[in-house]
């Protein structure tokens, strides 16, 4: 079982600046492929950003706005969230998935969530 305690998020208006954290466990962070996924009011749980090893990926919605990192000192990986717009308030999910090969893209591909952080930007 991999426990994910997420921090952060909460409201900023348009162009300002979020940051996520996702607190895990040694083993789970250098184990697991790690990403962040959101959810927003009516829509399906979407991908947004992963992190294998030291490689980053992300969806084209979010490239050159958001980055990921890894904290192996501090056992977390954050979401640092830049430029934002009002379509990217969402809840947002820590996820992980428990393979090595790929970076879960689908919500069916995570083995563990987050309980959410709520991100609102406002116009």
């Known amino acids: 079982q991999a426990q994910l305690v997420e921090s952060g998020g909460g409201s900023v208006q348009a162009g300002g600046s979020l940051r996520l954290s996702c607190a895990a466990s040694e083993r789970v962070l250098s184990t697991y492929v790690m990403g962040w996924f959101r959810q927003a009011p009516g829509k399906e749980r979407e991908y947004v950003a992963g992190?294998?090893?030291?490689?980053?990926y992300y969806a084209e919605f979010v490239k050159g706005r958001f980055t990921i990192s890894r904290d192996n000192a501090k056992n977390t990986v954050s979401l640092q969230m830049n430029s934002l717009k009002p379509e990217d308030t969402a809840v947002y999910y820590c996820a992980a998935h428990s393979g090595s090969l790929y970076v879960p893209r689908a919500p069916a591909d995570v083995d563990y969530w987050g309980q959410g952080a709520q991100v609102t930007v406002s116009s």
């Open positions: 992190i294998r090893w030291s490689l980053t």
